[in-house]
């Protein structure tokens, strides 16, 4: 089974892979949020490219991102069908006497774009970082313990679970079964999944007896020192600068 890694082209030679790691949460968190909460449409498809020229900036493979930001994009494409229809406002189109509202195209389109930009913006921040250096960042930011073990346990097992999951699967093939929706077969499912819960249950008494027995006390131990740069000021100072100018610009037009 191949799992997907979303730290894969980590090690890749890019201005943005070389920025600090908790910088690069700070600047690209306040970006994702500032282009969140845009309200103008010409400013949120101007973050979007700016996220995307961020993301080529990084020099990651555009195959690779396109494929998450596709994800995205078709669970959101039902928007634009249904919200021209519901939406009241200056009629764009009527069609069989149903109208499709101006107002309504545009403010499916503004959330699309917004999502975009931020899924871009996380993609680019998560795949230029290892996964563990993420996990120090976070660390060295002050983010509660116990949610970035769960983040780190949970990226570490739901590969080992799917694996579980897997090999479950095939013998119950192997035995013929075969999944139909009626009452036996779902109750043959709800017991897989039955089953899969309590073996990973078992595995996280097992995991954390060895880590008990191996010193664990809930507080990580780190040999890397994370150290700020020059280079790493100026580029959080520069993203920190214009997540503030959307905002402002915006608000200067409003007024």
Known sequence: ????????????????????PRAK???FT??????VFVNDIRIALLGFLFSLFILLISGLPIGFALKR????????FPLLLIM???VEGTELINIAGVSVSMEGLAYASLII????????LAITMLATTRFDMTIKALYALRVPGILVQMLMFTYRYIFVIMDEFSRMWESMECKGFTLKANY??????GNLLGMLIIKSYDR??????AMVSKGYTGKPMTLINLRMSTKDYVLSTCMVGIAIFVHAYQLGSLW
């Open 1 to 20: 089974m191949e799992y997907p890694e979303i730290d894969e082209f980590a090690s890749m030679d890019s201005p943005i892979h070389h920025f600090d």
């Open 25 to 27: 949460i700070v600047s």
């Open 30 to 35: 306040l970006l994702i949020f500032s282009f």
């Open 69 to 76: 930001i596709r994800m995205v994009f078709f669970f959101l």
């Open 84 to 86: 021209p229809l519901t």
């Open 113 to 120: 774009i917004r999502a975009l930009a931020a899924v871009t």
């Open 184 to 189: 036996h077969g779902l109750s043959i499912f």
């Open 204 to 209: 996280t008494n097992r995991v954390y007896q």
